[in-house]
């Protein structure tokens, strides 16, 4: 998984990453009627190139490559994955 956005998003959900994906990678989005059920954003591993332009951008700094998540943070690869899963 090239990137994975983690706890610090929970209850923000600024969506100023979604903004600068380029291949719109980082769900749900303001105008997807999931954006209100959802406590996070997530990014799609099968979609996401790592371009990485969503980490600077992210003002809660919640979204990580996967082999810099912090320790205690491990799960949400699992949790951004079981997004996408529900999706399909």
């Given at each position: ?50 371009c990485g332009l969503c ?34």
């Amino acid at each position: 998984m090239p990137h994975v956005i983690a706890e610090p998003c929970v209850g923000t959900k600024d969506t100023s990453c979604v903004e600068v994906c380029p291949v719109d990678c980082i769900h749900p989005t303001k105008n997807e009627p999931t954006f209100g059920k959802t406590d996070q954003l997530y990014i799609d591993p099968d979609t996401c190139i790592d371009c990485g332009l969503c980490v600077d951008e992210c003002p809660v700094k919640a979204i990580f490559p996967e082999e810099d998540l912090p320790a205690p943070w491990k799960g949400y690869v699992q949790i951004n994955l079981d997004f996408y899963k529900s999706k399909g």
